[in-house]
C-alpha cells in the first residue's frame, strides 16, 4: 500500500492562475514533508519543505500547507509560469534516513 | 560542472549482461543513494549508504548490488541484467542528519542513466 498519495496524476493550469497540488499521506508518525520538482531528461529539484510543528512555509510564489489531523498536505503555485510545468513529487522523510515518494503530479501551465 | 554526474547517460544492452551505473560528486556529501523510476510507480530506492563502511539495502535491492569506492563514488551494479530492469535510475546524494531544518534531509540529484534491457 503506498504511505504518499498523489491521486492526481496530472493538473492542466492557465498562466497567472493559482496551481494546487495535493498529497496525503497514512502514517500520523511521518514529521518532514518536502516537494520536488522535475523536469524531462533532469533528476529531481528540492522545491521546499515543511516540518509538523508548522502548517504553513512559505518561499517566494511557492507555498506549502500541512493538515495533520486529515494527513494531507498541498503545494500552492501563485501565480503559475509556464516554466513551472514539471512534475512534482511529495515525499515523507521516514525515521531521518529514507524518503518515501508519492508518484507525481505532472503540472502543465498553459500561456 | 554537475554536482553529482551519472555515467553512462544512456545505455542499451541485452539480457545477461552485466552493467555498472557510475555515480560522482563534489558535494562533499556523506550520504548518497540509488533510485530507480518507472512510469506509473513513482521513485523507488535500490539501496544507499551513509558512508564508505555503510552500505545499506532499499526497497527494491534485488538483481542489484553497489560499491562506495570512496565519499565521492557510488556504483550500482547488475550483474546480470534482465529486461525488467530497464528504467531511468538516478543517484542522489545528501547531507548527514542534523535536524529536521538543517538540511540535512535535502537530496541533490544526478541527471539520470536511462538503461534498456533488451
Known amino acids: 500500500d503506498q504511505q504518499v498519495k498523489q491521486n492526481s496524476p496530472s493538473l492542466s493550469v492557465q498562466e497567472g492562475r493559482i496551481s494546487i497540488l495535493n498529497c496525503d499521506y497514512t502514517n500520523s508518525m511521518f514529521d518532514y514533508f518536502l516537494w520536488y520538482k522535475k523536469y524531462p531528461a533532469e533528476g529531481p529539484t528540492f522545491l521546499i519543505s515543511?516540518?509538523?510543528i508548522k502548517d504553513k512555509n512559505e518561499d517566494g510564489r511557492f507555498t506549502v500547507f500541512l493538515n495533520k489531523s486529515a494527513k494531507h498536505l498541498s503545494l500552492h503555485i501563485v501565480p503559475s509560469q509556464p516554466g513551472d510545468s514539471a512534475v512534482y513529487f511529495c515525499?515523507?522523510?521516514?525515521?531521518?534516513?529514507?524518503?518515501?515518494w508519492g508518484l507525481g503530479t505532472s503540472l502543465a501551465v498553459n500561456p | 560542472d554537475a554536482d553529482v554526474t551519472q555515467t553512462p547517460r544512456n545505455r542499451i544492452t541485452k539480457t545477461g549482461k552485466r552493467i555498472m551505473l557510475e555515480c560522482s560528486q563534489t558535494?562533499?556529501?556523506?550520504?548518497m543513494y540509488w533510485y530507480r523510476q518507472d512510469p506509473g510507480l513513482g521513485l523507488r530506492l535500490i539501496y544507499y549508504?551513509?558512508?564508505?563502511?555503510?552500505?545499506n539495502k532499499g526497497e527494491i535491492s534485488d538483481g542489484y548490488s553497489v560499491s562506495r569506492q570512496a565519499q565521492a563514488k557510488f556504483s550500482l551494479s547488475l550483474e546480470s541484467a534482465i529486461p525488467n530492469q530497464t528504467a531511468l535510475y538516478f543517484c542522489?546524494?545528501?547531507?548527514?542528519?542534523?535536524?529536521?531544518?538543517?538540511?540535512?534531509?535535502?537530496?541533490?540529484f544526478g541527471a539520470g542513466s536511462r538503461l534498456t534491457v533488451l
Open positions: 549508504s551513509f558512508d564508505v563502511k555503510d552500505i
Open positions: 515525499a515523507v522523510l521516514v525515521g531521518h534516513r529514507k524518503l518515501i
Open positions: 558535494k562533499g556529501h556523506d550520504r
Open positions: 515543511i516540518s509538523s
Open positions: 542522489a546524494t545528501s547531507l548527514s542528519w542534523g535536524g529536521a531544518n538543517s538540511g540535512a534531509n535535502v537530496l541533490t
